[in-house]
């Protein structure tokens, strides 16, 4: 079975050339997550070949800019090509009243039904969906407004164990999650500094690499996908040799690029 994700943003607030900001569809043998959804995901998605109609559920972590200011671009764009299904949207607390005030203020009818799914700032891990293929799950992280990771976890079929995939930003370095992501086979996690910049990580509740690497050797993942990568940061090697000292199975995300997720234990 398909598992596996195609990275649209891997940048951090400021958009670049070369990352945009956060965005990335999941694709689990068909079924399609919209996870995070910064500016310029919809074009992102017309480059990289994800059909604007085939996503259905759409997952926000919270609402800085960087991570849904490409949504109310998306809805209209999908109702400009006569969308009638309905979307799912999980996002924290806010994102209702804000999408509907953008559309009002921009004069945007939109002809099909909006699910908005609002998650409350508690502790623990929330199961939001459940369908023939997996699971999706939310917890809190650690950030300077309501922020959550994802889960999404396969059903298992046949001998094999179910594959599972977490999608962490923005967060600060706590352990605070790590029970709800032990053993994921993927790990994609905020790593938005270098180890020079800890004390401005920590100011504004961002990892460093090291940091986002010793989440993941705690975490016992298999394999640990950093994203989230200020644009200061032109050569990405440097973040990748500090994460290696500490996690080695660790990739940089890059735009465009696809990653698997793999059966960790069967490896
Ligand atoms: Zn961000
Ligand atoms: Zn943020």
């Known amino acids: 079975m398909n598992f596996y994700t195609t990275i649209l943003g891997s940048g951090a607030a400021l958009p670049t050339v070369a990352r945009h900001c956060s965005g990335q569809v999941v694709n689990l043998n068909g079924f399609r997550i919209l996870l995070d959804c910064g500016e310029n995901t919809q074009t ?19 609402l800085h800019g960087d ?3 490409g949504l109310p671009g998306l809805i209209s764009s999908m109702h400009l090509c006569g969308r009638k299904d309905p979307v799912d949207i999980f996002a924290p ?3 209702a009243e804000t999408m509907t005030n953008l559309m009002q203020v921009a004069g945007s009818h939109i002809e099909f039904e909006i699910h ?4 409350s700032h508690t502790e623990g891990c929330q ?7 997996c699971r999706i799950y939310a917890f809190p992280l650690m950030h300077s407004v309501p922020t959550y990771g994802y889960l999404i976890e396969e059903k298992p079929r046949g001998k094999n164990p179910a594959r599972r995939y977490a999608y962490c930003t923005d967060t600060g370095y706590t352990e605070s999650f790590l029970p709800y992501i032990h053993k994921v086979d993927l790990l994609c996690l905020e790593s938005t500094f270098s180890n020079a ?6 100011e504004k509740l961002h990892c460093t690499t090291s940091q986002a690497a010793t989440l993941a050797l705690k975490a016992e993942a298999q394999q640990l996908l950093l994203t989230h990568i200020s644009a200061r940061f032109k050569e990405p090697e440097v973040l990748l040799a500090e994460a290696q000292a500490i996690f080695p199975k660790t990739l940089i995300a890059a735009d465009g690029e696809r990653y698997e997720v793999h059966y960790g234990k069967l490896n």
């Open 116 to 119: 908005y799914h609002e998650l």
């Open 127 to 133: 199961l939001l969906l459940e369908n023939q293929r």
């Open 93 to 95: 607390a806010g994102i």
């Open 67 to 69: 991570h849904f200011f």
């Open 197 to 202: 910049f800890a004390s401005i990580a920590a």
């Open 44 to 62: 992102q998605m017309r480059i990289y070949h994800q059909k604007l109609q085939s996503m259905q559920t759409i997952c926000i972590t919270h």
